[in-house]
């Protein structure tokens, strides 16, 4: 009567791979959206400290009740290793590959198929092949016609002081946010399998991130007016706090804990080749040659890994099916028990 719990539960399990999978790709769509309302938004004049603060504080204001109601049950308590494994953990949350099989070798190809997609969406442009001219004139005419110029911050003016300008150091930041987001999820995959309640993690992830920014927000924030917004800046900072960050966080801590680091790192070179077709439909800007083929590879690269992800579950269930059924143990393979377990 082993198996069939077995099929069931992998049933469940597949079930869940394939909702994570979803989950993720509406992430990054979001993001994409994200980017594009943040663009427009900082570049009309909201301060950038400003719009974290608030945008932290809302999603913290919609996670931590959810946590609380939904995970009271099941949360464990916060003792003083989990806390600690907050920021350890992550040290040892790597993921195995098997070179020697096709699933392994595909994982790694289709790895290296979508950052290529990534890559090339970043250095290759190529024609624009929608959109033109009238479309990034009315572009540039959103984005930078601002009311006032951008404030350096004493960080932003070091670089200029080393010969940088501000397309570099938007660069050099990109690579520091992509470095702290696999540093993130590596370090939260094995903290959801001492502390499973996921909504609760992305709270408390939240909460210190938020009381961070706060910090930094009243250190360097010296106008009071920055600290009000327009009705659009608002409708901006909702978007961004609901969807951006409570449940697209909340998705994101969720898929994992079913996925693993690995895969959902995968998901983020999406987030370009969302951005440049809602660009497109919002804002008007012309999509070049470079997207399109960039994002036809990350799209593939995905594809072959999660297809690899697969096959090595199923044989993974298969193998767990025969062993139940069979009733041979796995770490003793030559030795036949019968009911009563002689």
Request: charged share 15%; glycine share 10%.
């Amino acid at each position: 009567m082993a198996a069939p719990a077995i099929v069931n539960g992998g049933d469940a399990t597949e079930r869940e791979t394939r909702m994570a999978h979803s989950a993720m790709t509406l992430v990054q769509v979001i993001n994409g959206g994200y980017h594009v309302i943040t663009k427009v938004a900082l570049n009309v004049g909201v301060n950038q400290l400003v719009f974290c603060v608030f945008r932290d504080l809302l999603a913290l204001s919609i996670l931590a009740p959810l946590a609380f109601f939904r995970e009271r049950r099941i949360r464990p308590p916060m003792n003083r290793s989990v806390f600690f494994s907050l920021f350890f953990l992550g040290l040892a949350g790597t993921e195995k590959v098997n070179l020697f099989k096709i699933e392994g070798q595909t994982k790694v190809g289709g790895t290296l198929v979508c950052v290529s997609g990534a890559i090339a969406m970043a250095l290759f442009r190529g024609p624009a092949l929608f959109g033109g001219k009238d479309a990034v004139d009315s572009v540039k005419s959103v984005i930078i016609d601002r009311s006032q110029p951008e404030p350096n911050g004493w960080l932003i003016s070091s670089f200029l002081g080393f010969g940088f300008d501000l397309w570099h150091i938007g660069v050099i930041c990109l690579i520091g946010n992509c470095m702290c987001m696999a540093a993130f999820l590596a370090v939260q995959a094995p903290v959801l399998k001492k502390y499973p309640a996921y909504l609760s993690v992305a709270a408390y992830s939240y909460f210190f991130g938020a009381s961070i920014m706060i910090t930094t927000a009243i250190l360097f924030v010296r106008e009071p007016k920055d600290w009000s917004l327009t009705q659009s800046e608002v409708l901006a900072v909702i978007f961004a706090g609901v969807f951006a960050s409570a449940l697209n966080y909340g998705l994101l801590t969720w898929s994992n804990k079913i996925l693993g680091a690995a895969l959902v790192s995968l998901y983020n070179p999406l987030q370009p080749a969302t951005s440049a077709f809602l660009s497109t439909i919002f804002l008007g800007s012309p999509i070049y040659l470079g997207s399109i083929l960039g994002g036809i590879l990350i799209i593939c690269g995905l594809y072959m890994v999660t297809w690899a992800s697969y096959r090595e579950q199923q044989t993974t269930v298969s193998g767990n099916e025969i062993a139940s059924s069979s009733g041979v143990r796995i770490s003793e393979p030559l030795i036949y028990r019968d009911e009563t377990g002689k």
